[in-house]
């Protein structure tokens, strides 16, 4: 059973001292476990799964993992949850700890191809209902293709690889810009009924 008060787990004492202290206890799936015990810090030293801790009275709550802390800001009381039934470590109070999620101190290099080359193939009307067309065909040297549909268009296109309609690909609505990266050919569909719509295409490339 977790104890009422950090009074009561130190025996009656003082509760004053800025000093963390250990509570073991099992829990029950979804079941709250309240606790009347004032601090700043959250330590889940032991548990087999995740725990949820609300701290009151912001009512904020956290989610920890084994071996995971966090310097909650000052709490007056918490109550605690777990999905899982299991029986857990847990450190409360105003200390400090080794939180064990990792932190790579490496450092990692990486080669990023940047384009250095640009292409304006000229603006590109997609007809109404028919079937999409290319607007930014294959090239291995593409690194991004760049679509505006202009605020003033009639509707709205889709924009995807061979065969997208008005089911598949990512929409791209009037004033919207789309950034494709990839040396693929882009298609684009018209779904308005009757009025084209006029695509500007700008290609990137790596020379």
Known sequence: MPYSSEAEYLGGGSVASKISRDYNFPLV???VVPMSVSGSTLYLKEATSDVIITIYPSGRSVTLKKGQ???VGAYENVRITSALNQSITLALGHGTFQDNRFISASSVTAQVDVANSAAAPGDIAIVALAVAVVVSAARSTKKETVIT??????SRVRLGPVGVDDTKGRNLGPGETAIL????????YNPHA???VTLEILEMDKL
């Open 29 to 31: 799936a979804n079941i």
């Open 149 to 154: 549909n202009p605020i003033a268009s009639a």
């Open 181 to 188: 990266s990839g040396s693929m050919a882009w298609y684009a």
């Open 194 to 196: 009757t009025t084209a």
């Open 69 to 71: 802390g966090e310097d």
